[in-house]
Structures are given as C-alpha cells and as structure tokens.
C-alpha cells in the first residue's frame, strides 16, 4: 500500500462510522434517466449554495477599519455615504465622516455596505 492509500485508510477509520459511506458501483452502471437526475439535483444544490452565498455577501459589512466606505442605513443620517475614521469592535460602533455632518460615532448596526 502507497503513502497516500494508507493516509486515505486512516483518515477514513478516524471518522466515526456512521460519517464513513461506502461507494459501489461506478457511474457507468446507472441508466441515463437516473444520470441526468443526479446531475439535476447536484446543478441544484450548486446553484442554491452560490445564492446563498451571494446573498450573504451582498449584505455583508466589509471589515471597519480607517478609510472604508460605508453607508448608514438607519438613524438620522439614513442614505448617507460615510467614511470609517476608527472603528471600537469592543462597543460594537465606529466613527464616521458622513457626506453632510461632522463624523460622529455610530452602532455598527446602522451600517451598511456602500
């Protein structure tokens, strides 16, 4: 047995045995209606986890630190475009120049991607 097979064999006998599933058989085996199935569903849960993805990446804030665009999506200041001037990740807020204003400090709750 290779290096590689042996690491494979002790991988698999770490995992407890009901995460271990055996494949028989080969993709040759299964008649074309069952084929295009799988690909179907396996399409589908490719395309289900990029949106997922995608949308937890469009409502993501981007990392505060000094320079960053942000916009304030509620409060006073609503709609405004800012700056990150300093963010305090123990106080969960930052301090903003807003377009309009003078910086102030804000949650970082009312912040958004810009």
Known sequence: ????????T?????LPADDVEE?????QD?????????????KAML????????SVMSRRLPSLAPGVKVRIVRGQLMHQNAV????DYIAERALVQPTRGPAQWVRFGVLGPA
């Open 10 to 14: 002790q991988a698999r006998t770490a």
């Open 84 to 87: 990150v001037k300093e963010a």
């Open 30 to 42: 299964l008649d074309p209606y069952t084929l295009a199935q799988r690909r179907a569903n396996l």
């Open 23 to 27: 494949v028989q058989g080969s993709l």
């Open 47 to 54: 395309e289900n986890s990029l949106a997922r993805y995608d």
């Open 1 to 8: 047995m290779t290096d590689k097979s042996t690491a494979t």
